[in-house]
């Protein structure tokens, strides 16, 4: 699914970011990338998503180059293939939870109120669907966004700190909810600090100083059903 191959990224051509990286991920897997602030996470995740482009090397997304695509190819392929979850949420505080769900399906293809409602429904928000940002809690915001990330079928989900700004029960029910989205045969690639999320991929990748450094098989734990979820299908 994702090849990324010798690629480096440079800041006004001095600050190296991501140094001769090379990796392979498999079409359904869960990988987690792990490391220290300042490792190139958060860069690497930028480019798999195709919001930033390497300064040299090459990224391969289901078969496509991603690198010699033009800004609108690059835009549409992301619309596409590619779902977000961002760590400090990103939603539109003047829209509701089920507007911001609406807003992806609209730069997508075509807004549609139902199906939004269903994939609120599906994370557990049918009931705060009309609710705006400021009246969730960050749990249920994080919820929004996984329901945003899904709206459109995309094969590869990417989730940069998705459980950095949650307490311990909202992290239960989002991390669930990454489970069943892997279940169901997305690929998922999830930046964290956490070395509990990392241990529930099938695999860990640590960068140091931009430089992929070690590749680990994860144990993968079994987490209890969250009671808030237990009808929950995603």
């Not at 619309?79 to 990103?90: A, D, M, S």
């Not at 507007?99 to 109120?113: G, I, K, R, T, W």
């Given at each position: 699914m994702i090849q990324i191959r010798d690629v480096t990224k440079e800041y006004n051509g001095t600050t190296r970011a991501l140094d001769c990286v090379s990796l392979d991920i498999a079409e359904g897997e869960w990988v987690a990338i792990m490391g220290p602030s300042g490792s190139g996470k958060t860069t690497l995740l930028n480019l798999l998503s195709c919001l930033d482009r390497p300064t040299r090397g090459t990224v391969t997304i289901d078969g496509a180059d991603v690198t010699r695509l033009a800004a609108n190819q690059l835009?549409?392929?992301?619309?596409?293939?590619?779902?977000?979850?961002?760590?400090?949420?990103?939603?539109?505080?003047?829209?509701?939870?089920?507007?911001?769900?609406?807003?992806?399906?609209?730069?997508?293809?075509?807004?549609?109120?139902?199906e939004a409602r269903a994939a609120l429904e599906q994370v557990g928000l049918a009931e705060r669907a009309d609710h705006l940002p400021s009246q969730l809690s960050g749990g249920e915001q994080q919820r929004v966004c996984v329901a945003r990330a899904l709206i459109n079928q995309p094969r590869i989900i990417l989730a940069d700190e998705p459980t950095g700004n949650l307490d311990e029960a909202n992290e239960e029910i989002v991390l669930d909810l990454f489970r069943r989205m892997h279940a169901r045969g997305h690929t998922v690639v999830i930046v964290t600090h956490d070395a509990a999320v990392g241990e529930l991929a099938d695999r860990v990748l640590r960068l140091e100083h931009g430089r992929l450094v070690g590749e680990e098989s994860a144990s993968r734990i079994a987490l209890p059903e969250p009671r808030a979820l237990m009808r929950v299908s995603v």
């Open positions: 835009a549409q392929f992301r619309r596409e293939k590619v779902g977000l979850v961002f760590q400090q949420f990103h939603l539109v505080q003047y829209l509701t939870a089920l507007e911001n769900v609406m807003l992806a399906q609209y730069f997508h293809s075509m807004p549609d109120a139902p």
